[in-house]
Every structure is written in C-alpha cells, then in structure tokens.
Nanobody, 126 residues
C-alpha cells in the first residue's frame, strides 16, 4: 500500500491550493479517509474526513467553510481543496486511511488510521 500526496507549495494569504492523495494497493472508496496537518512545534491536527459509507464529510472548526474534502473513485484519489488560506494553515499535510471504518466516527484520532502518506508541505505567506 502506498499513498502519494501532491499539491503542496507556497501561496500567499487568501490563496488556494488543492492537495491530492493517490493510493495504490488499496481502494480508497472502501474506507474513511482523513487529512491531518502538523506545524513545527505543534501537535498533529485533524483537518477533515471523508466517509465512504454515505459520502459525508467532517471538518475541523478552524477550516470549516474554507476547505473541502472530496473523492475521485475512478482515480483512487482523495482531494483537499483549500481556499482562503491563512498563515496559520502552514503545516505538513498528511492523508490517512482508516481500514476499520467506512464512516468518520472517531475521525480526529490519529491512532484510528492505519496507512499514512509521506506528507506535503503547505506554506502560506502573509
């Protein structure tokens, strides 16, 4: 199983980025998929989760209304569209798959996830 994340980079405050998480060896549409982030010196933070059971999504309060998680099952890829970016969004972003759940119960707990990508850096300048 391998996740390849892409789409990170440097963007000005107010800008947008779309992160992609492409999987091989695993069908993402069978599992809940989460996005997490970790800024230097800070704990890992759950950002969003996409449910495979009903297509619903959960978001951290800090990104609600600005970020959107989506799936392209044909491409076996999950996306995180990030709009109205702020300097405090600067972090390494990771996608992860929960092999025990299709829904996003307990979605904020990193230990619920079994496979993780390598991370992609997002830097938002003020």
């Amino acid at each position: 199983v391998q996740f390849v994340e892409s789409g990170g980079g440097l963007v000005q405050s107010g800008g947008s980025l779309r992160l992609a998480c492409a999987a091989s060896g695993l069908f993402l549409d069978d599992y809940a998929i989460g996005w997490f982030r970790q800024a230097p010196g800070k704990e890992r933070e759950a950002v969003a989760c996409s449910s495979a059971s009903d297509g619903s999504a959960n978001y951290a309060d800090s990104v609600k209304g600005r970020f959107t998680i989506s799936r392209d099952n044909a491409q076996n890829t999950v996306y995180l569209q990030m709009n109205s970016l702020r300097p405090e969004d600067t972090a390494v972003y990771y996608c992860a798959a929960n092999l025990m759940r299709r829904s996003c119960n307990m979605w904020t707990h990193g230990y619920e996830y079994d496979y993780w990508g390598q991370g992609t850096q997002v830097t938002v300048s003020s």
